[in-house]
């Protein structure tokens, strides 16, 4: 059982040059999100999703973009690639319960360095 | 905004010593507390707080939420080394269907 797998977990880009990630979940989550952890900042919201089609921007969005065209995939996409952009991301997701209480299952993390 | 203040931010301790860390908030429309540990990659779901003075346990681990001090702590006793990590306290807000994540407390134990 995979859970949720992001890719690639490494890459290093040029100021600007555009870039995607993929994440990936095998749990039939309604829910997806996508993190940025920075040193001394925990982890931000950039872009989010309630579901198929949909998507909302997090704390974070300047400079991203995302898409939710499958339920089980959520693209992170770097238009033109920033030096602040460099970072760790994280992918989570989530199911939509009634009583839900936030539990996130995450991938294992993307390292993005932008020169 | 929405804040979620951890400390300390970071601590070293001797394997065999009890730490205690601590996790305030500013807001109170929120769902739940979650803390979660984070070793080299994907934190990982520890508890999963929602009424105010009810002790969860896991092992060497605990967590209470004080909801009048708008704060929560996590307790580790007979601390080792497989401790060491980075601990991430968060909360599921009430709108927004969204987790809000402190900056997180990085423990080193040391043999």
């Known amino acids: 059982n995979a859970g949720v797998t992001q890719t690639p977990k490494f890459r290093v880009l040029k100021t600007g040059q555009s870039m995607t990630l993929l994440c990936a979940q095998d749990m039939n989550h309604e829910y997806m999100y996508w993190y940025r952890q920075d040193p001394g900042m925990g982890l931000r919201l950039i872009h989010y999703?309630?579901?198929?089609?949909?998507?909302a921007k997090g704390e974070v969005p300047d400079g991203y973009n995302v898409s939710r065209l499958k339920k089980q995939n959520f693209l992170l996409g770097l238009e033109s690639a920033a030096p602040s952009q460099t970072s760790v991301y994280f992918c989570?997701?989530?199911?939509?319960?009634?009583?839900?209480?936030?539990?996130?299952?995450f991938g294992e993390g993307s390292r993005l360095t932008v020169l | 905004e929405d804040k979620v203040v951890q400390s300390p931010l970071s601590l070293v301790v001797h394997e065999g010593d009890t730490v205690t860390l601590n996790c305030s908030y500013e807001?109170?429309?929120?769902?739940?507390l979650l803390w979660y540990k984070q070793e080299k990659k994907a934190p990982t779901f520890l508890f999963m707080l929602t009424s105010s003075g009810i002790e969860k346990k896991s092992g060497r681990l605990s967590s209470i939420l004080d909801k009048k001090e708008l704060s929560s702590i996590l307790n580790i006793t007979a601390t080792q080394t497989g401790d060491s990590a980075i601990y991430l306290c968060?909360?599921?807000?009430?709108?927004?269907?969204?987790?809000?994540f402190g900056a997180g407390t990085i423990l080193r134990v040391k043999s």
């Open positions: 807001v109170t429309n929120f769902r739940s």
């Open positions: 989570a997701s989530r199911r939509l319960r009634i009583t839900n209480t936030g539990e996130l299952f």
């Open positions: 968060a909360l599921f807000m009430e709108y927004g269907n969204k987790l809000v």
């Open positions: 999703s309630v579901g198929e089609g949909t998507t």
